[in-house]
């Protein structure tokens, strides 16, 4: 069974930073992509960011050149660095998981995933004032 739980969200203030982490299991990496969501109240969800099963990685234009994800192949779990966090970063955070090959992992520029994703995690909450 899939399991997504993420971790360190909390309030920051305008200008800081925050890292996201996610611990996964019930699955080996393999033919996996994982990503980074978010929702915002009022909003529909969209896609932060995400790596395919070959490393590579994609970012929706809001946050690019502020957030990175990476990836811990030991603890099969991607994490994600916040800087230069902006109030409309408020949301809350979900890692994410779907089986598939490397083109179907991607986050379009204006947030879209490429895929749906099929395995989420509860959520963090990050909160940018």
């Known amino acids: 069974q899939v399991q997504l739980v993420e971790s360190g969200g909390g309030s920051v203030q305008v200008g800081g930073s925050l890292r996201l982490s996610c611990v996964a299991s019930g699955f080996t990496s393999t033919n996996y992509c994982m990503g980074w969501f978010r929702q915002a109240p009022g909003k529909e969800r969209e896609g932060v960011a995400a790596f395919d099963n070959a490393g590579r990685s994609s970012y929706a234009d809001f946050v690019t050149r502020r957030f990175t994800i990476s990836r811990d192949t030991a603890e099969n779990a991607p994490h994600l660095e916040m800087n230069m966090l902006k109030p409309e970063d408020t949301a809350k955070y979900y890692c994410?998981?779907?089986?598939?090959?490397?083109?179907?992992?991607?986050?379009?520029?204006?947030?879209?995933?490429?895929?749906?994703?099929?395995?989420w995690g509860q959520g963090t909450q990050v909160t940018v004032s």
């Open positions: 994410a998981a779907r089986k598939g090959p490397a083109w179907s992992c991607g986050i379009q520029a204006q947030g879209a995933p490429v895929m749906e994703y099929d395995y």
